[in-house]
């Protein structure tokens, strides 16, 4: 199973209109790597997996990806 395919249905919601700071995405990510017992890939390869699946990396006052965001926790 694909683990960042786990993490982001579990976690996250995508859409053109969505954006999220990196290091926020990454700090949720290995929470729930840690939660679920899964081994945590590093934060490169973590973004370089995001930007494999047609998430956009750009920077404005931080770095950042467009197209999901994390769920909110309601």
Sequence with gaps: QDILEAFLADNCV????????AS????????????????ATTQQRFGE????RDFVRFT???T???????????
């Design 14 to 21: 995508t859409g053109p209109h969505e954006e999220v700071k």
């Design 64 to 74: 950042f990806y467009r197209g999901l965001n994390l769920r909110s926790e309601d």
């Design 49 to 52: 997996a995001l930007t494999e």
């Design 60 to 62: 404005n006052n931080g």
């Design 24 to 39: 926020d995405l990454f700090g949720s990510y290995k929470a729930w790597a840690d939660r679920t017992g899964e081994h």
